[in-house]
């Protein structure tokens, strides 16, 4: 069987923070934050995140928080993602899926991606199953690959 690829497609609440001073609140205007959908989101500056690996990704709901400067944006989103590995013993192997992010246009220098909670900003649920998987366990790394040549 040899090296194949094949696809896993994962619901997740994909949930980005930054800080932007440009969006810090009046605060004689008496509105301690902006919460919004889309609409705001097509309005300020956000990051260009994207999945490396992403066959498809559909974005579900938004949400948008914006306290002093502070923001969240939250998606609930669907991505299908290709994972490439050696599948001659299925179903009696080990793979590891890699869900794997970056920006599109910016450099580390400009956007700098970090696990917000550590080891706990990823979470599964519970009722989390597979058909003909088991899940044995998750884990979140950060890589820095400088592009500039």
């Not at 509105?31 to 260009?48: A, Y």
């Not at 992010?101 to 519970?126: C, H």
Request: proline share 3%; charged share 25%; glycine share 4%.
């Amino acid at each position: 069987m040899g090296k194949h690829s094949m696809e896993m497609t994962v619901e997740m609440y994909f949930r980005q923070f930054w800080t932007d001073p440009r969006l810090k609140l009046d605060k004689s205007l008496n509105m301690p934050k902006i919460l919004g959908e889309k609409d705001i989101v097509d309005k300020i500056w956000v990051p260009d995140t994207f999945f490396i690996n992403e066959h498809n990704s559909q974005a579900k709901e938004n949400f948008l928080r914006i306290t002093d400067g502070e923001v969240l944006w939250s998606q609930k989103m669907q991505v299908t993602f290709n994972c490439n590995g050696e599948y001659q013993n299925f179903p009696f192997d080990s793979q590891v899926f890699s869900l794997d992010i970056e920006s599109f246009k910016y450099t580390a220098k400009d956007v700098r991606y970090d696990w917000k909670e550590g080891n706990q900003s990823i979470m599964l649920s519970p009722k989390l199953s597979f058909t003909d998987l088991t899940l044995i366990g998750h884990r979140q790394r950060q890589v820095l690959a400088n592009l500039d040549h």
